[in-house]
């Protein structure tokens, strides 16, 4: 079940490769996402630092889509225990291999990407319903507070509609065509 988490507005429309730190701890302080979790991120916000975040800070999956040029041996030698790992008060040979078993996990992942890439079209979709389908493809909005509820009714009307059970890719297509009955 594909559904969204967060939604963000933030002035300047920064690279989404900038922002993810940011939303990464949002999602951790509202209990979003939990240490474990795998988190399937678009192609915008590729890096291999954003990997290296994602893992050794906040302790998740993340499953950002790769570009044609990934190199997994450089990204393997970026993920070394990370120093707090060392100041731990609890059993550090425990806290090593906690975070061993996550980087393996992250790993197998990494390697089975082509099992993550049938996602990127539902991904599509979904931004093509929320575009299209719902007309936040022309944000006219030049106040905060105006794009601020704007942007929040069409999340909600996404929200509700994935809610009803309306995500597969042909649904999606349907509905932001306006072909859906």
Known sequence: LFRSVYFMIDRGSPSDTKIVSKI????????????????????????????????????????????????????????????????????????????????????????????IKCHRGFIEDFFKLLKEGLGFKQLNRYTLNSMSKYTSIVVLLAGIITHLRINSKTDFQKFSEGKFY
């Open 24 to 115: 990464l701890k949002i999602l951790q302080r509202k209990r979003i996402i939990r240490k474990g979790d795998s988190i399937l991120m678009d192609r915008g916000y590729y890096s291999y630092e954003n990997y290296k975040i994602a893992l050794q800070k906040y302790h998740v999956i993340p499953l950002i889509l790769t570009k044609s040029n990934f190199n997994k041996e450089k990204l393997e030698s970026m993920l070394n225990y990370p120093l707090h790992l060392f100041h731990a008060k609890s059993n550090l040979k425990r806290v090593k291999r906690i975070y061993e078993k996550l980087v393996n996990e992250f790993l197998q992942k990494i390697d089975e990407r082509e099992k």
